[in-house]
């Protein structure tokens, strides 16, 4: 889904999202994985607090900085802050769908 988000993304916001080629997709796809699965529990254990406050909205903001992270960390890949927070929301959004659709198959 990752890889997905940042294809439409790349289509949607050209001059947010840009990539080179389907392989530096799927790197970014990988690393933001492996990021997703170590670093972002971490994250929002010690942003707890602010999204307790803010009614969950600042998840989208750990989202986005994780996405921008991995965009400047990945090669090829050249994504702005905005870009990154309409990542994180886009990505949200497909997940979610596709929970649904799954959901809905069983």
């Known amino acids: 889904m990752n890889a997905v988000t940042l294809v439409i993304l790349a289509n949607v916001l050209p001059s947010q999202v840009t990539y080179n080629d389907n ?15 170590l670093v972002r529990p971490v ?14 909205l600042f998840a989208l903001v750990v989202n986005a900085f994780l996405f921008y992270v991995v965009a400047r960390f990945v090669s090829g890949i050249s994504m702005s802050y905005w870009g990154a927070l309409a990542g ?12 649904r659709v799954v959901r809905d198959r069983r």
């Open 43 to 56: 994250l929002q254990l010690i942003t707890l607090p602010l999204t307790c406050l803010t009614l969950g």
């Open 88 to 99: 994180a929301i886009l990505a949200g959004v497909l997940n979610g769908a596709l929970s």
């Open 23 to 37: 392989r530096t997709v799927v790197i970014f796809a990988i690393v933001l994985m492996i990021l997703n699965l």
